[in-house]
């Protein structure tokens, strides 16, 4: 697959523009307040167990973050569940030139899998979020493998911290990053969260390795606004503090089993 754009709202025909899908960052969005109508979709790529010898190159699974239709490109809030979703496969799998973005729960997820190799990836988060935090509008779906944001949001020290994840990985094995940017600009539509200098607090985490693992490389890590860039069954192992590298924080290698 070459060259593919998968875009969730944003143009004409949608129903899924500024006229539909205004953001409200000033109004604390409860499940009361979710617009159902800006619910645009469940998942935007899911590989199946079926799956073997799959190549994607330059390929971008978009949720429109603002109105294409628009000269200003004003930003639009539209909720879409599951970036690309990949379970187990007999491989082998190639995503090289990959991006995806703007997904609820994640961006990224990889579940049981094994023989996968990534090649520049990228990442942005929601950028309404926390505002609803990542466990709305979607339930968690055992049978997918969801996070269940409910409890991992919980051990926050306030709601405002919860957001989905860049790239998660589980019980998976030999799975090869090669440049991977996972980004997280905005904090409620607010970028100060990700200047340079302030912290990187946009959000608690980015990116998270679960349960058994082997042979799971990640070659030169950046990511931005992440006050953990990496977490293993939820915990810290390094903070952005310890890796700043200009705009971006950057480690070379992390490796797994």
């Avoid at 799959?54 to 971008?60: D, F, G, M, P, S």
């Avoid at 911290?161 to 090669?178: E, P, V």
């Amino acid at each position: 697959m070459w060259d593919v754009h998968a875009r969730i709202g944003g143009f004409a025909g949608s129903n899924l523009q500024l006229a539909n899908c205004p953001t409200t960052p000033k109004i604390t969005v409860t499940p009361g307040l979710i617009n159902n109508a800006c619910i645009a979709a469940f998942m935007t790529m899911h590989i199946t167990p079926s799956a073997s010898n799959l190549y994607l190159e330059n390929v971008w699974l978009w949720t429109a973050d603002h109105d294409v239709e628009d000269p200003a490109l004003t930003q639009i809030t539209i909720y879409n569940g599951r970036g690309l979703y990949v379970e187990p496969t007999s491989g082998p799998i190639w995503l090289v030139g990959t991006a995806v973005e703007h997904h609820t729960l994640y961006q990224y997820q990889f579940a049981n899998t094994q023989a996968v190799y990534m090649g520049q990836i990228q990442t942005e988060t929601a950028y309404y979020q926390p505002n609803p935090p990542a466990y709305l509008p979607f339930p968690a779906v055992p049978s997918i493998h969801d996070p269940d944001y409910t409890a991992i949001c919980s051990n926050s020290t306030t709601a405002t911290h919860c957001d989905g994840y860049g790239l998660r990985i589980l019980n998976s094995s030999s799975i090869l990053t090669y440049g991977a940017g996972l980004y997280s600009f905005f904090n409620n539509y607010n970028t100060s969260c990700s200047d340079q200098g302030n912290g990187e607090t946009c959000q608690p985490r980015i990116l998270s390795l679960e349960g058994t693992l082997s042979n799971i490389d990640i070659y030169n890590l950046n990511t931005v606004g992440a006050t953990s860039m990496i977490n293993r069954d939820g915990v810290s192992l390094a903070s952005f503090a310890d890796n700043v590298s200009g705009f971006e924080d950057t480690i070379a290698l992390i490796r797994t089993g």
